[in-house]
């Protein structure tokens, strides 16, 4: 399914790891730390960590002197590699898969995704949860969140998908779901996307209402610009839900202006940057940049593209450095400096996702924080003779090097390999029956045809295909879906 919003990793680099039976060291690599009274990254070579229950008791700089004992993918993927946002909307959207998935095909399509983003060093997840579309299958995505072992933030689409179960009903399933919590690692959270559209309508004031009775995570989409969909700072500002006892996490922003950002400053609220989404659909960030302060990075729909927030980190880092070195070439200077270091991104990639759901104790490895930590094989063919960590994992890294993911304190990877392997190979089969099923739905489908206007009254404009090949009108080439 559809999964947008913060999520954060916290990385690690090391060479060699100890593992004790009841607590955790893990010693002899350099470890990226972050400095709490500096609020900067902090390089310790040859350290140690060590983990007690779910946090991390100690930071050291010495390595261990003794020896320790052993102790939404979705169905869709692939089928969206050439689409706008106009596409998704039409044909892989919430409201467009509803009909096609089961609650059992929904539960291991989420259960599975969220395996794909564990494996990648995700550690923490904020889900705008589209899928809640019947009471079963609202259900279902929650319990596969649970199920995964992953930090979530599963937030409840309010949405009006049927006569029969609208947003009241959903309030109402919410409420029964919240109170029979017991997850310490899942949290309910709220997504609605309706605040423009109906400001002062039943629903939103229902929806604004939990939110502040609750004060549960709140994401919503943000994308203006010609798009004109709405749910702006200002908007949330207006219904009161925009305030800073309650973490709010909006997707996107794009097109945010000045008054939006002092909005989110003056409430301490966080953006989502989903750098390679918005490149791929078309919504852009042209000014995401300059409230870097106040974001964090997403993933988005990761049937379409990587799962992964190293990705994420190192396309804004470039796109963002060319956005800005344009700037001084059209003067016809050349570059004094680089406007964007990798310190930067590696931050926007862990500690600001942490901090955009609230929480301090997220993204770093510090004395205190949870044991949320990704490790990477520093001697591995792309990594192989670093000096600076930060610039190894940010520029030179691939997924393929993460050799432990631990969350909680607990091992979710290790050794390359998800720690529920065993039953994940029965995952994968379960998976597959379902993605077969579904997207034979969507091959004898047609494509929508984008003529006339966007749903927001906007035109369609021409774009220019670009093609690798000589000749006029080459195309994409064949489809292989």
């Given at each position: 399914?559809?999964?947008?919003?913060?999520?954060?990793?916290?990385?690690?680099?090391?060479?060699?790891?100890?593992?004790?039976?009841?607590?955790?060291?893990?010693?002899?690599?350099?470890?990226?730390?972050?400095?709490?009274?500096?609020?900067?990254?902090?390089?310790?070579?040859?350290?140690?960590?060590?983990?007690?229950?779910?946090?991390?008791?100690?930071?050291?700089?010495?390595?261990?002197?003794?020896?320790?004992?052993?102790?939404?993918?979705?169905?869709?993927?692939?089928?969206?590699?050439?689409?706008?946002?106009?596409?998704?909307?039409?044909?892989?959207?919430?409201?467009?898969?509803?009909?096609?998935?089961?609650?059992?095909?929904?539960?291991?399509?989420?259960?599975?995704?969220?395996?794909?983003?564990?494996?990648?060093?995700?550690?923490?997840?904020?889900?705008?949860?589209?899928?809640?579309?019947?009471?079963d299958t609202s259900a279902a995505g929650l319990r596969a969140s649970v199920d995964?072992?992953?930090?979530?933030?599963?937030?409840?689409?309010?949405?009006?998908?049927?006569?029969?179960?609208?947003?009241?009903?959903?309030?109402?399933?919410?409420?029964?779901?919240?109170?029979?919590?017991?997850?310490?690692?899942?949290?309910?959270a709220i997504a609605y996307d309706d605040f423009t559209t109906n400001p002062t309508?039943?629903?939103?004031?229902?929806?604004?209402?939990?939110?502040?009775?609750?004060?549960?995570?709140?994401?919503?989409?943000?994308?203006?610009?010609?798009?004109?969909l709405g749910n702006s700072p200002e908007d949330l500002h207006r219904v009161g839900?925009?305030?800073?006892?309650?973490?709010?996490?909006?997707?996107?922003?794009?097109?945010?202006?000045?008054?939006?950002?002092?909005?989110?400053?003056?409430?301490?609220?966080?953006?989502?940057?989903?750098?390679?989404?918005?490149?791929?659909?078309?919504?852009?960030?042209?000014?995401?940049?300059?409230?870097?302060?106040?974001?964090?990075?997403?993933?988005?729909?990761?049937?379409?593209?990587?799962?992964?927030?190293?990705?994420?980190?190192?396309?804004?880092?470039?796109?963002?450095?060319?956005?800005?070195?344009?700037?001084?070439?059209?003067?016809?200077?050349?570059?004094?400096?680089?406007?964007?270091?990798?310190?930067?991104?590696?931050?926007?990639?862990?500690?600001?996702?942490?901090?955009?759901?609230?929480?301090?104790?997220?993204?770093?490895?510090?004395?205190?924080?949870?044991?949320?930590?990704?490790?990477?094989?520093?001697?591995?063919?792309?990594?192989?003779?670093?000096?600076?960590?930060?610039?190894?994992?940010?520029?030179?890294?691939?997924?393929?090097?993460?050799?432990?993911?631990?969350?909680?304190?607990?091992?979710?990877?290790?050794?390359?390999?998800?720690?529920?392997?065993?039953?994940?190979?029965?995952?994968?089969?379960?998976?597959?029956?379902?993605?077969?099923?579904?997207?034979?739905?969507?091959?004898?489908?047609?494509?929508?045809?984008?003529?006339?206007?966007?749903?927001?009254?906007?035109?369609?404009?021409?774009?220019?295909?670009?093609?690798?090949?000589?000749?006029?009108?080459?195309?994409?080439?064949?489809?292989?879906?």
């Open positions: 399914m559809q999964r947008s919003g913060s999520l954060s990793q916290i990385v690690l680099v090391l060479y060699h790891v100890a593992i004790a039976a009841c607590a955790k060291l893990l010693s002899g690599g350099t470890i990226i730390a972050f400095d709490q009274e500096t609020e900067e990254l902090k390089v310790i070579r040859n350290g140690s960590v060590l983990i007690d229950g779910d946090r991390i008791v100690s930071v050291s700089d010495i390595a261990s002197p003794f020896d320790v004992p052993a102790g939404g993918r979705t169905v869709f993927k692939t089928m969206g590699s050439n689409t706008t946002l106009a596409d998704y909307g039409s044909r892989y959207s919430a409201l467009v898969a509803a009909p096609l998935f089961t609650p059992d095909d929904l539960y291991i399509s989420q259960l599975a995704g969220i395996y794909e983003a564990m494996a990648a060093g995700v550690t923490t997840i904020v889900d705008h949860a589209h899928h809640t579309w019947t009471p995964s072992g992953a930090r979530m933030y599963w937030a409840y689409t309010f949405q009006n998908s049927s006569a029969e179960f609208g947003i009241p009903e959903q309030i109402a399933q919410w409420k029964e779901l919240a109170a029979s919590m017991t997850s310490n690692l899942t949290q309910l309508g039943a629903d939103t004031l229902a929806v604004a209402d939990l939110i502040r009775e609750s004060k549960s995570l709140l994401t919503t989409h943000h994308v203006e610009g010609p798009w004109l839900v925009l305030n800073s006892s309650t973490p709010v996490v909006i997707a996107h922003a794009a097109f945010l202006d000045v008054r939006g950002a002092g909005l989110l400053r003056s409430t301490n609220q966080h953006i989502s940057i989903t750098a390679e989404s918005e490149m791929h659909y078309g919504h852009l960030h042209p000014t995401s940049h300059l409230i870097m302060d106040q974001a964090s990075l997403g993933v988005d729909t990761h049937m379409t593209f990587s799962t992964d927030i190293l990705t994420q980190a190192r396309l804004w880092l470039q796109s963002t450095r060319y956005r800005v070195y344009q700037n001084t070439i059209d003067r016809f200077q050349v570059p004094a400096q680089n406007p964007f270091s990798v310190n930067q991104a590696f931050l926007l990639a862990t500690r600001n996702g942490g901090l955009a759901v609230g929480r301090k104790d997220l993204g770093v490895i510090a004395l205190g924080a949870q044991a949320d930590l990704v490790v990477w094989e520093g001697r591995s063919p792309g990594m192989l003779g670093w000096t600076d960590p930060v610039a190894a994992v940010i520029l030179h890294a691939s997924v393929g090097d993460i050799t432990h993911v631990l969350i909680g304190g607990t091992f979710k990877k290790r050794d390359g390999r998800l720690v529920d392997a065993r039953y994940y190979d029965e995952v994968q089969d379960r998976f597959l029956a379902s993605a077969r099923r579904i997207q034979k739905v969507l091959k004898d489908t047609p494509l929508p045809s984008q003529e006339g206007s966007f749903l927001t009254g906007t035109p369609y404009g021409y774009v220019m295909q670009l093609d690798a090949k000589r000749g006029e009108g080459t195309g994409y080439g064949p489809s292989f879906v």
